[in-house]
Structures are given as C-alpha cells and as structure tokens.
C-alpha cells in the first residue's frame, strides 16, 4: 500500500528566505508525482508535475525533483514571498490513475 | 490551463436532509473523475472515481448508498450526501484528469458542508 510522508508538517521562514519541502513514498512504483498549492478553504492549484521518467520540474521560482529509487521528492521554493503562505501538498499517482496525497506542509513566510 | 468549476463553494443544512454537489470540466471532457474528503488540517482522503456512463468506484469504507455518484456526461459529475449527518461535515474537492497532459490532475475549488 503506497504511503506519501511529508516533512515538515509546519513552517515558517522570514521572507527571502530559500526553503526545501520534502515528499517521501513507500512504493516507488509511481506514474507520476504532483506537487499542489492550497490556500485555507479553497481547492487545490497544481504546481508542478513530474513523470516517472523525469527527475526534475522548474516553473519560476519553484524545482521539484523526483528520484524514485529512494522514494523522495522536494520542492524547492526560491527566495519566499509573503504570498507564498499556503499549505503544500504532494500527490503520488499510482497504477489505475489513483492519487495518494501527503498530509501537506503548512507554511508561513514572514514579511 | 484547463478548469473545474465545483458548486456550491458553501453549503449549511439540516441533518438528514440531502445535498448535490456538482463538478464541472469546463474546457475538457473527462471521463475520469474523482472525489476527495478532507478534514481539516488533514489531506485529501479518495472517495470515489466517477466514470462516465458506468457506475463509479468506491474506495473501502466509503458508504456508496450514502455518497450518491452520477457521471452523467463527459464534463459533469455530482456527488449527492443523502440523509446528512453532523458528521458528514467535510470540504469535498472534486478533480477530473485531462488526457494528453501527462494524466494531469485539475481541481476544483471544493464545498464546505456543514450539517446542523
């Protein structure tokens, strides 16, 4: 059974500051790998998606990396902004498109 | 990008009443679509895959009497939460995947249910 962890459950960092968020998963058996953006009750926003052939994604100020043999992925999110304050989710896609998301990072960037 | 339009965003009701809740492809058929729990401070928890013109799939636990799924077309998909209880109070985020796009997920901006 695929399990996602996500380090750290909260964080907060003063703005401009660079910060790694990290994704970890039991079964690295994947079809993809999501990285998503949720603001206090709304949906979610897809960030960046990664294939199971791929190692990494930029858009901006964001990287995600996949390496799927340790079962991990990061997101790292260059020079934080106030408006980057959002709880982060990272999703596994499995076999039969099934999605296995993490419990989230919740992060505050301080102005 | 591709958008899901989800209504309502807020709903209050009665216990024992029933609620629709409705998720729309807006710029793309799916015919695959999912629906999500989440609690708060918790993630997203899959209830179901609604596929369209066949019934959907339940994950386990998931009561499929309770949490009525239709996939009538190939960009609408309704979750109804028959006989509410206060303890089906819950944001429901629905996503339908876009083909061609690597499997893509897109969401959409999710119902807060609270049942009185």
């Known amino acids: 059974k695929q399990e996602v962890t996500q380090i750290p459950a909260a964080l907060s960092v003063p703005e401009g500051e660079n910060l790694v968020l990290n994704c970890s998963f039991t079964?690295?058996?994947?079809?993809?790998l999501q990285w998503f953006r949720q603001d206090p009750g709304k949906g979610l926003t897809s960030l960046l998606l990664i294939q199971s052939s791929q190692r990494e994604q930029t858009s901006g100020r964001l990287n995600a990396s996949l390496d799927k043999s340790s079962g991990r992925s990061t997101l790292y999110i260059a020079a934080s902004q106030p408006g980057d304050s959002a709880t982060y989710l990272c999703a596994v896609g499995t076999g039969g498109f099934k999605t296995i998301f993490g419990a989230g990072t919740r992060l505050f960037v301080k102005a | 990008g591709a958008v899901v339009s989800q209504h309502p965003s807020r709903v209050i009701c009665k216990s024992g009443t029933s609620v629709k809740i409705e998720c729309r492809s807006l710029d793309f058929q799916a015919t695959t679509m999912f629906w999500y729990r989440q609690f708060p401070k918790q993630s997203l928890m899959l209830m179901a895959t609604?596929?369209?013109?066949?019934?959907?799939?339940?994950e386990q636990g998931v009561e499929k009497d309770k949490f009525l799924i239709n996939h009538a077309s190939l960009t609408l998909s309704t979750l109804t939460v028959t006989s509410a209880h206060p303890e089906d109070s819950s944001f429901y985020i629905c996503s339908a995947q876009k083909q061609g796009v690597g499997e893509k997920l897109f969401f959409g901006s999710g119902t807060q249910l609270s049942v009185l």
């Open positions: 609604s596929n369209e013109g066949s019934k959907a799939t339940y």
């Open positions: 079964d690295s058996a994947i079809y993809n």
